[in-house]
């Protein structure tokens, strides 16, 4: 039956654990038996699919264009090569202060060097 045991063998495995434990305390070993075969399984499923997807090759996406937006009232999205590209801030030039200005009494007004 159970790795060459027979049923005599087994009932004197039963009567010696009776006679150790007592009958009120035999349920108790009984579940806390199941119990930790239970999660010993458990633990052995979950080692065991780790190990399995550590193996298999990890899926990664291919990084892909965003499709361009499409206008109101067209099938086809606006064209992206007619359109000259803009920069993305106009440089406005600053405003001259009152002390950078030629000919103020703080600062001398000096010329550039030609070359």
Not at 10 to 26: D, H, N, P, Q
Not at 33 to 48: A, N, Q
Not at 71 to 92: H, K, Y
């Amino acid at each position: 039956m159970f790795g060459g045991m027979g049923m005599g063998e087994m009932v004197l495995i039963f009567l010696v654990v009776l006679l150790l434990f007592g009958a009120k305390r035999l349920p108790e070993i009984g579940s806390a038996l199941g119990k930790g075969i239970r999660e010993f399984k458990g633990s052995v499923r979950e080692i065991e699919g780790e190990m399995k997807a550590a193996d298999r090759p990890r899926y990664t996406p291919t990084p892909r264009e965003p499709e361009p937006r499409r206008i109101e009232g067209t099938s086809t999205p606006p064209s992206t090569t007619d359109a000259p590209i803009a920069p993305a801030t106009a440089s406005v030039p600053a405003a001259p202060s009152a002390a950078s200005t030629p000919g103020s009494p703080e600062e001398p007004s000096v010329a550039a060097p030609k070359s």
